[in-house]
């Protein structure tokens, strides 16, 4: 299950550093869209259970996320810096006030329970979860991680990747080749919303329960923790960054109680000796070899 | 090409630039020298919409740009490099000439494909970087050149606009003495292979006088003389208030 909850979070790391990594813009509050994705299937679940189908699900979450990630993202991209990721974290935790006080709709602090969803008219009835999440959906789950792989992929290499990159390095100067640079730092936060939003989504079926700390600024920081952990400088980092954080997490809180503190220390750790992340360093590493063999 | 018409800024007391009327010509490349203060970097930032004037007219292919934004200015074709070099420095020397062609293009929003699937493009952002002899460099990203090679890679990227009045402002500042002339090489025989209209900043008249057909001399605001570099060269006004001469 532990492999699971990591490509979900993989997909959540592609997506949020389609604007750390390659915009050059750091949120503290995309746990926001993550819990847009969530809370869309939980919801659906609760009041539209006839429409709650993992083909029905997915779109819908995209939408959701599209939608708020768009209201979020036009007030954000107007400011960059430290003004971006305080503005992103505000709006986050209006969210989470929302989701937390609104008892009656969203489960408030209890949060909502999440079903097993149909999948193309297939029902699950009587499957446990652990069965469902080691079968059908492991697979579903590996396709979505491979489509949205490739699709961040072809985003990051693409002519509008390179405009993001553009803007990262030296905004005066994108402005000045053409480029509208607020409207695409809106596109780049549109889309990475999407991204965390679906990885949202997927990420309910695995944890069977969603409650409003999704949205908190704690768990948003816990996504750029991943991020950084991996790597931002490189593609694959947030990937194996995710997975390093799923199992460090667990690891530390079946050891400890003292979880968080094994999770601040790495930080520290990682900030001093591997400011590139895991996956900065080792191809750092796999530089230098190739390197010497020449 | 560009008719400029009394224009004016001043900046509280100080006249920057001070009721300054200026003529470029389809494919002439004109310097403007002066003493530091003199307002030649005001009167770039002037043409490229950096700042607005106080009075006066810009006139760019016969539209009145005097207030237009530089967004606009660029679109129609006033392109202009920095005296302090304004680079893309995550990226290879080959995407921050690629990226502008793109722009140029229209083709910014194209978010699939790869960049590399657009050949045309491709191929011409190596030629551009051939015509400054760069293309060598192209996969080495800003960090790995040198001072030299950056000025030109910043004159590439306008180049690269499309622009039919290039804007330089001081293109070999931070260079190094024997580099200055390699570089000017570099920058001139691209810009003339395709005839673009050029006004060069500059405070060294040697390094200009090679490569400009006109020159003209700024002194606190004021258009103080202009002809051929010879003539300038030989103008004892010039010579005692910019080059400090006095016989």
Redesign the interface.
């Known amino acids: 299950m532990l492999f699971e909850y990591g490509l979900t979070f993989a997909i959540v790391g592609l997506g949020f550093n389609l604007l750390l990594g390659y915009t050059g813009l750091l949120s503290f509050g995309h746990g926001a869209y993550f819990a847009a994705g969530a809370y869309t299937v939980a919801m659906v679940g609760k009041y539209l259970p006839k429409a709650y189908s993992l083909e029905i699900l997915i779109p819908a979450a995209l939408l959701f996320s599209l939608v708020l990630s768009i209201i979020f993202g036009f007030v954000c991209v107007r400011h960059t810096r430290i003004f971006f990721s305080i503005l992103a974290l505000s709006l986050s935790m209006l969210l989470f006030a929302l989701l937390f006080k609104l008892y009656h709709i969203t489960g408030g602090s209890d949060g909502l329970r999440v079903p097993l969803p149909t999948m193309f008219g297939f029902s699950f009835k009587g499957v446990r979860r652990p069965e469902f999440l080691s079968g059908t959906y492991y697979y579903f789950l590996l396709v979505m991680f491979a489509v949205s792989f490739l ?1 961040m992929k ?2 990051v ?7 993001l ?2 803007i ?3 905004e ?8 509208r640079v607020r409207r ?1 730092r809106l596109y780049a936060f549109i889309i990475s919303g999407m991204f965390v939003g679906l990885g949202g989504a997927l990420w309910t079926f695995v944890n069977g329960h969603v409650t409003a700390d999704l949205s908190h600024w704690v768990f948003s920081g816990e996504i750029v923790y991943m991020t950084l952990l991996g790597g931002f400088g490189i593609f694959e980092g947030p990937i194996i960054g995710a997975m390093i954080f799923t199992y460090l997490k667990l690891y530390a809180m079946g050891n400890t109680q003292y979880w968080m503190f094994v999770i601040g220390a790495t930080l520290i750790i990682l900030v001093l000796l591997l400011p590139n992340g895991v996956a900065g360093a080792v191809s750092g590493l796999w530089g230098k070899i190739k390197r010497k063999s020449h | 090409m560009l008719t400029i018409d009394n224009l004016r800024k001043h900046f509280g007391f100080v006249k920057a630039v001070d009721n300054i009327n200026l003529d470029i010509k389809e494919g002439e490349i004109v310097s403007i020298i002066g003493t530091n203060g003199a307002g030649k970097t005001t009167l770039v930032n002037l043409i490229s919409g950096y700042i607005r004037p106080d009075s006066g007219r810009i006139l760019f292919l016969d539209k009145d740009i005097t207030y237009a934004s530089p967004y606009v200015r660029i679109k129609l074709g006033v392109g202009r490099s920095f005296q302090l070099i304004q680079l893309f420095g995550g990226i290879s020397v080959l995407d921050n000439v690629r990226t502008a062609l793109f722009s140029k293009y229209g083709m910014i929003r194209r978010g699939l494909l790869s960049a590399d699937r657009y050949s045309s493009v491709t191929d011409e952002a190596i030629k551009i970087l051939d015509n400054f002899n760069m293309s060598d460099k192209k996969n080495l990203t800003p960090k790995g050149l040198s001072e030299g090679d950056l000025k030109i890679l910043d004159v590439a990227i306008a180049f690269a606009l499309k622009s039919k009045l290039l804007l330089l402002d001081e293109p070999t500042s931070g260079v190094a003495t024997s580099d200055k002339f390699k570089v000017m090489d570099s920058i001139v025989s691209a810009i003339r292979k395709e005839g673009i209209s050029t006004l060069i900043i500059e405070h060294d008249m040697d390094i200009v006088s090679g490569y400009s057909d006109r020159v003209i001399v700024m002194h606190e605001g004021r258009i103080m003389a202009q002809g051929k570099p010879d003539e300038i060269m030989e103008n004892k006004d010039v010579k005692a208030t910019v080059f400090g001469i006095v016989n």
Not at chain 1, 157 to 163: D, I, L, T, V
Not at chain 1, 172 to 179: H, M, P, Q, S, Y
Request: charge should be positive; glycine fraction near 12%.
């Open positions: 699709i072809g985003i290499s693409s002519p509008f990747g390179k405009a990159q553009a990262r390095d030296n005066v100067r994108a402005e000045l080749i053409g480029i695409y």
